[in-house]
């Protein structure tokens, strides 16, 4: 896809191109939904063609204008946010941010959602017909109107309805993006793959809050707000390695607090075929580029040929 990767494989550099849900990509780092909006907004910062792929902020039927402020806020090794789903809707993004998406020279996978079960398959099979959109990532940590505001994700058999329904008219690769807010999330893994799923994306935002002792209010305005960056980083991993040691039978997309290469060996070790980069691009537009060379550095550093060699490579005595 790009010249430099082409001299790069030319030169004896280890190979970077693997294959998760569906998709080949010419590397496994993708940047994630919701921290790189469009991919347009990271145009002038980073070499889009240079990353495995983007995932778009989430896509809903209709534009949502999102929580009201504030709605982020920093803490100890990452932030909260409660944006509330804020997007241009299906029409919009088809006809203002796709045509540079189609040009980009990237992966694109289009994360989508809905707030009763015909919204997600409207959804999704709208999105799932434009030209340009490699895959589909279904974010089921929406709140279900119709059952009081439970997470779609939370049970496994909402989701195994979900899934099965959306897959019906979804003739794409489709991923699911998992909540961490389970006790069992070998469970969620298993109602996608058991429902037609092409891979599942672990993890999502783990639900926290903050308050400001001297306001004595709550740091972001609607309370609760979705815990990111490297503090939810050993919960991400940890997940991962539970669900690719379940052998659901199909493949793991590793996302939560990665900064850099070694962060990402490690789910990929853990048992991810690729990951995504979230909150680290707001540290640094370009840090999905980085990691890209740093774990290139990394299989130079360890003799490994192919990075697909890594994927499940945890080595534990029992
Ligand atoms: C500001 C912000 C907005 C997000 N928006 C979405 C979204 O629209 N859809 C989604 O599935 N995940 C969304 N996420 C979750 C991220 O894609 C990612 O799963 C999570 O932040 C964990 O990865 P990280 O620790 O690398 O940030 C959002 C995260 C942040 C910080």
Redesign the pocket.
């Known amino acids: 896809m790009s010249s430099s990767l082409d001299t790069r494989e030319a030169a004896g550099a280890p190979a970077l191109l693997t294959n998760c849900g569906g998709i080949g990509f010419h590397n496994p780092v993708l940047t ?4 790189f909006g469009y991919g347009q907004e990271f145009d002038a910062l980073c070499s889009l063609r240079s990353l495995g792929g983007l ?1 778009t ?2 896509i809903s039927p209709s534009p949502r204008l999102g929580n009201p402020p504030p709605r ?1 806020c920093e803490t100890a090794a ?2 909260l ?1 409660s ?1 509330g ?1 804020e ?1 241009v809707g299906v029409e919009a993004f088809a006809r203002e941010k796709l045509p540079f998406l189609r040009a980009c020279g990237t992966r694109v996978l289009v ?1 989508f ?1 809905g707030t009763t079960f015909d919204e997600y398959v409207d959804c999704g099979a709208r999105l799932a017909a434009l030209d340009g959109v490699d895959g589909l ?1 279904m ?1 089921v ?1 929406c709140p279900n109107i119709k059952a009081g505001g439970i997470e779609f994700g939370r049970d496994p058999s909402v989701l195994s309805d979900l899934v099965k329904a959306c897959r019906a008219v979804i003739r794409k690769p489709l991923w699911v ?1 998992l909540t961490p807010n389970t006790s069992d999330i070998v469970a969620l893994a298993r109602a996608c793959a058991d429902n037609g799923a092409d891979a599942v ?1 672990i ?3 783990i639900t926290g809050m903050a308050i400001d002792v001297r306001t004595r209010r709550p740091k972001i305005a609607t309370v609760f707000g ?1 815990l ?3 503090a ?2 050993p919960v ?1 991993l940890r997940m991962v390695y539970q669900v690719y040691r379940a052998k659901i039978g199909i493949p793991i997309c590793g ?4 900064q850099d290469g070694n962060d990402a060996i490690e789910f990929l070790l853990a048992g991810a075929s690729c990951v ?5 691009s ?1 540290v640094d537009p370009a840090s999905a580029e980085r990691i890209i060379r740093e774990m290139e550095d990394y299989c130079r550093a360890q003799g490994v040929i192919d990075v697909r060699e890594l994927v499940g490579g945890l080595a534990i005595s029992q």
């Open positions: 994630a939904s919701g921290t995932v902020k989430g982020i990452g932030m946010n944006i789903l997007n994360n959602f990532e974010n940590s993006k994306s993890i999502n935002t979705g990111s960056g490297p939810i980083k991400a996302i939560g607090g990665i995504q980069v979230g909150t680290q707001f």
